[in-house]
């Protein structure tokens, strides 16, 4: 008997906490990406934004950077950010989050990669970022790497 009352308490708890883990959940799974997603380096300017370097020129520290995307099917709750990140030996020097049509400073204003120079790998992602049922969720759309002069 007191076996059957600590497994029936057991099953109990085992309960509670499958009903709280699902608390929120609807059913209904995310829309999912059904079209394409693309991004590339578009253009790389002057640090001042004035000059649009020639086509082919390698970006570098203190330059300006867009990309073309293209977003593919998001879900109604989801919307598009470019996250880019520079990197020297593996760490993070320069990182930066941005509607996809805007332009972004390497190095920005105050970065690692201003103080010490030199050259980076960077990172653009194409992400889709969004909340649903209290609960934040980024997903990698598409994704794009160049190298930058110091």
């Known amino acids: 008997m007191r076996k059957m009352?600590?497994?029936?308490?057991?099953?109990?708890?085992?309960?509670?906490f499958a009903a709280a883990s699902t608390a929120g959940y609807n059913g209904k799974?995310?829309?999912?990406n059904s079209?394409?997603?693309?991004?590339?380096?578009?253009?790389?300017?002057?640090g001042d934004g004035t000059t649009k370097l020639a086509a082919g020129v390698k970006p570098?520290?203190?330059d300006r950077v867009t990309f073309a995307t293209t977003v593919g099917s998001i879900a109604g709750w989801e919307y598009p950010m470019v996250d880019l990140e520079c990197r020297q030996n593996g760490?993070?020097?320069f990182s930066q989050l941005d509607k996809p049509d805007a332009t972004f400073l390497l190095g920005g204003g105050s970065?690692?990669?201003l103080t010490t120079g030199g050259v980076a790998t960077c990172t653009a992602d194409l992400d889709a970022y969004g909340t649903k049922g209290g609960a934040w969720s980024v997903r990698v759309l598409s994704e794009t790497s160049f190298d930058a002069a110091g």
């Open 5 to 16: 009352v600590v497994t029936l308490a057991a099953l109990a708890t085992i309960a509670v």
């Open 60 to 62: 570098a520290l203190g």
């Open 35 to 46: 079209g394409t997603s693309s991004i590339a380096l578009a253009s790389v300017m002057s």
């Open 111 to 113: 970065s690692e990669w």
């Open 91 to 93: 760490v993070i020097v």
């Open 29 to 32: 799974a995310s829309k999912p």
